[in-house]
């Protein structure tokens, strides 16, 4: 983690770094170490809890509470502060209360619960009971401009993508990364220009309603 913070400190804190659920004293170390920074906002994914390859490290990471995820908000002092691993509305709605920026629905790449809905699945209902001044991101399973325009269409403000751009990276570098990003602004142009969406403001339910989605 203070390898990460030193590249971040170098990028001038364009970065979202995400911490596990330690116990408290480490997750306020880590906040002192993310306010150095200078980071754009942070994120905890609560529910790698349950990961199993933590445990298999030795290391342990703890459920928390609405109280605690106040206690991080105030300790954060204005940096946004993001739930990773949201699947419920309740969830949902706790975090909003707690203090919280926003929320990302996200299944951890179906590696908690194998079972669950897929998150896109949930952006309506969560959208529905936390008002739309609450940031909700989504994650999992996010390929194509398409699909980034059927998750603002439901609710979301934002997708978030990960493993295309960590073989994006790998492959070919900052190129794959460049080319990746321009194939999905492009999928997501053409799919608006055929939903009649001029601009992103424009992008409603209504836009999707024949698509293949929830």
Partial sequence: FPDAMAVVREAGGKAVPTVKPWERDKVFSRIEEIKKAGCTA????????????????????????EDELREFVRA????????????????????????????????HGGRILQDTLPPVSMIREIRERVGKDFRLLVDGGVRSGADVLKCLALGADAVLIGRPYAV?????????????????????SESMRMTDCRALADIAADRIRNLNTY
């Avoid at 942070?42 to 509470?65: E, F, H, P, R």
């Avoid at 954060?76 to 990302?104: H, N, Q, W």
């Fill in 42 to 65: 942070w994120a905890m994914d609560i529910d790698s809890a349950a990961l199993v390859n933590l445990k298999l490290q030795g290391c342990t990471a703890y459920t928390k509470t």
């Fill in 76 to 107: 954060s002092e204005g940096i946004p502060f993001l739930v990773k691993g949201v699947m419920t509305a309740r969830a949902a709605e706790r975090c909003r209360d707690a203090g919280a920026y926003g929320a990302v629905v996200s299944t």
């Fill in 168 to 188: 994006a990276a790998h492959g070919g570098l900052a190129e794959g990364v460049t080319l990746y990003t321009e194939k999905v602004r492009t999928e997501l």
